[in-house]
């Protein structure tokens, strides 16, 4: 059986194309209906004439440019120096001035009697504690470095106050039973001696005999800073035990 149609000719190949050429014109119609201005004609007899007239001419006055010159200025009038001439005949002293240079040969008296003495005032240096002195102060029979040193005085302090020190005194006082701490300071001077003691306790009583016994230490080898003999200051806790 024959085809009686071509497939070639079949407008259902061209509905895509045909379909856009639709959306292209409907879109430029609607473009050209909203891009349309209409006017009202009512309103056009009421815009009245327009006149023309020329532009206004305006004359300019001519004006004269007038050199202006600044006001005199108030200046001092300038002062003439008066020259006084000096007849050649005056007479002028001339001073003369005595050499200071001695000879080798002749002796220099010198008078002591304007030779004032100013007696030269003693440099006060403050007390370093014992930690930063440079040189610590020695107690006597201690040896070895500065590290040595510190140790044995130490050792040797709190030795001599053990020795010294009367525990039944605490007892007496009516102390608790206990370990009681105190805290002792005093200063070394440039000569060694032991001096400025102080001392805090739970006892009026204890605290003076902690003064006694620490003003009773032993001269000793004053400390040093920088080669020079100062005072240093020393601090130490004391711990003693009071049994009933």
């Known amino acids: 059986m024959e085809i009686k149609k071509n497939p070639k000719q079949q407008l259902e190949n061209y509905s895509k194309i045909f379909l856009q050429i639709g959306l292209v014109l409907t879109l ?18 009421s815009l009245g004439q327009a006149n023309m007239i020329d532009d206004m001419k305006e004359d300019i006055p001519i004006i004269e440019i007038q050199d202006l010159k600044p006001p005199p200025q108030k200046t001092p009038p300038p002062v003439v120096e008066q020259i006084k001439v000096v ?31 100013v007696e030269e005032v003693e440099e006060v240096v403050e007390d370093i ?9 020695v107690y006597p029979g201690c040896k070895g470095d500065n590290k040595k040193l510190k140790a044995c005085f130490t050792k040797k302090v709190t030795e001599y106050f053990g020795k010294n020190f009367d525990v039944g005194l605490a007892g007496e006082l009516g102390l608790q039973a206990g370990k009681k701490k105190m805290f002792v300071v005093f200063r070394i001077d440039r000569t060694g001696k032991v001096s400025n003691v102080k001392a805090r ?14 003003s009773s230490l032993p001269k000793m080898t004053p400390g040093k800073q920088r080669g020079t003999p100062v005072g240093v200051s020393y601090s130490i806790p004391i711990t003693f035990e009071v049994r009933i």
């Open 129 to 137: 504690p014992f930690v930063l002195i440079e040189n610590v102060p």
């Open 87 to 117: 007849e050649d005949d005056l007479k002028i002293e001339e001073t003369v001035i005595e050499s200071t240079e001695t000879d080798e040969t002749e002796g220099v008296i010198v008078d002591t009697n304007d030779i004032v003495e």
């Open 28 to 45: 430029f119609i609607t473009y050209a209906l909203i891009e349309h201005k209409t006017y009202e004609k009512n309103n056009l007899k």
């Open 201 to 214: 306790g739970p006892h009026p009583r204890l605290e003076k005999e902690v003064v006694k016994i620490i």
